[in-house]
């Protein structure tokens, strides 16, 4: 007969004795259970005892997290959390060197446990390590001349105890001195730092301005860009990723009327090409976080756009209708007229024609071609950067479409205002960086104008793609499409310069994309005869039983989950998997991302997919509607959904992408016997059905299915017939 579910069996260690094998009953009290241990070795106050997991994260067993302990586990009877906290609390104050140091190290590696975190801060153990970091400098200034490798690793980890304990959200990070600020900042500051110090120190800085608006103007006068670059031109990528961190904290929380001001200071520390040629072209390949930050700093460059995207045009503001008459004057080669040159008709029919030639919807007044907004001002500043900067090319696509008489001229001035429109949708001008985001373009830091460049190439491939369409006017939107195709097709080559992607759209003409549409619209062919919908309807419900039963397989395979935090570096994880009679989902915290499956056993959480009341996505849920700049963006709120189970109770998810958000909600909605309605659902059917419906009808290649059933033939005159087998 198998023993009751809440028995487990485990081994239970203690050190200097033989480890004891014995059953614990899940229904007893914690508590009851530590005793029984303690009486067993004879140890009296069992009290200030705990169970720990005997593994390499050491955690704490609780009330909360006992499903852990698992048939075969093996547990380890040691010192309460508290006992511990108390222990090391006072073992960092010693005045000895190799005490502080072991007790420091203990203390690192011990709060990363939430449990201990816990006891350690509410014997103010956050207090006592910043008082530790502002004095220790001065009182180990003559022990750092001679013991500089022991001050450094003393130093290391008091600010990873620091790291690991604010991490688990306890304290708030309003709650630090501006002595401390600047102690930290001035680790930053020096140029000579122990590498585990500086890291702590910019993972410190960059959480402290992403949590808090006071401490980023604290922190804003203690770091300057100055400071930070000289440690990007080392070859340390985890320095390197950790000093853009700090960069893109402060750019993001900056006060917009700063962010120009900032992206000035950079442009002067060329901070681009230092990126470019230390990280970007380094000879060690660029991690995962390393191209988050770089999208990150990507977006924010890109959204210092979206003031001049939102602004409109004043058709009464002189000085914006000059950049109009520059673009006229580059043009055409004609000087502004004096006033009294001929008569204000004659002048006013000569500026009607040369802005008809110029493009202009409005050709009386093209100031008012500016008021629509997006794209705004940005238009015209794109348009006066390409007639200053490449003048050649600006005069000969304005003049060769004016010149013409056939009804296929490329309208210049409709064409720019419609591109940057499209350029700021492609590269997403004014929303927020996505969490999970790793899409950078190597070409974006080649140039200190790059998003004006990348106008000028674009506005160069339209004129080409217009004449190569031989289109007119109505035509106008099939050419953007077009255009919008080939950029798109040529940004996922990831080109890695503006050259190169130039080169790239050479070879995506007008004629080429023909080709790849009619390959793709063979590869998808359409049915549209009576016989063959009655086939597809049948197929239908296979198909999607096909994917149901692929979703819940998925589901049974587990999938690592990030709890969203601050400090993307130091996320924890947690896995999420459905039993294989798929009645109960297991899921359970993690110290890394998994390499391979997470066994069951060793997820400590359980949840019966019978309690499951329903499956809510997006802004609905109720992680999204907590406090948090980062959790607002779009992406997050895109990736988000919780179950919500028993009396008002929620699992949290953020999946890690769309395929796993549109997995898990699928799969999760076919537990509970409803329709699966995601994007994904709707790919898989498209992509199943039309292969097995070519599969099914291969034998009718190149045969025409008739829309009616043939008439049925006369029966013959007699059945005095034999089928010769043989």
Sequence with gaps: MPPPADIVKVAIEWPGAFPKLMEIDQKKPLSAIIKEVCEGWSLGNHENFALQIADATNFYITEKNRNNIKNGSILRLTTSPYQTAVQLHERIQSSSMDAKLESLKDLANASRD??????????????????????????????????????????????????ELMDHGIVSWDTFSVAFIKKIASYVNKSAMDTAVLQRSLAILESMVLNSQDLYHKVAQEITIGQLIPHLQGTDQDIQTYTIAVINALFLKAPEEKRQEMAHILAQKQLRSIILSNVIRSPTPINDEMAHQLYVLQVLTFNLLEDRMMTKMDPQDQAQRDIIFELRRIAFDVECEPNNSGSIEKRKSMYTRDYKKLGFINHVNPAVDFTQIPPGMLALDNMLYFARHHQDAYIRIVLENSSREDKHECPFGRSSIELTKMLCEILKVGELPSENCHDFHPMFFTHDRSFEEFFCICIQLLNKTWKEMRATSEDFNKVMQVVREQIMRALTLKPNSLDQFKSRLQNLSYTEILKIRQSERMNQEDFQSRPILELREKIQPEIMELIKQQRLNRLCDGTCFRKISSRRRQDKFWYCRLSPNHKVLHYGDLEESPQGEVPHDSLQDKLPVADIKAVITGKDCPHMKEKGALKQNKEVLELAFSVLYESDEYLNFIAPDKQEYCVWTDGLNALLGKEMTSDYTKSDMDTLLSMEMKLRLLDLENIQIPEAPPPIPKEPSNYDFVYDCN
């Design 114 to 163: 939430i449990t201990f975190a816990q006891e350690f801060i509410n014997l103010d153990g956050i207090s006592l390590l910043t008082q530790m970091v502002e004095s220790g400098t001065e009182r180990y200034q003559k022990l750092q001349k001679i013991m500089k490798p022991c001050f450094g690793d003393l130093l290391s980890f008091t600010l990873t105890a620091f790291v």
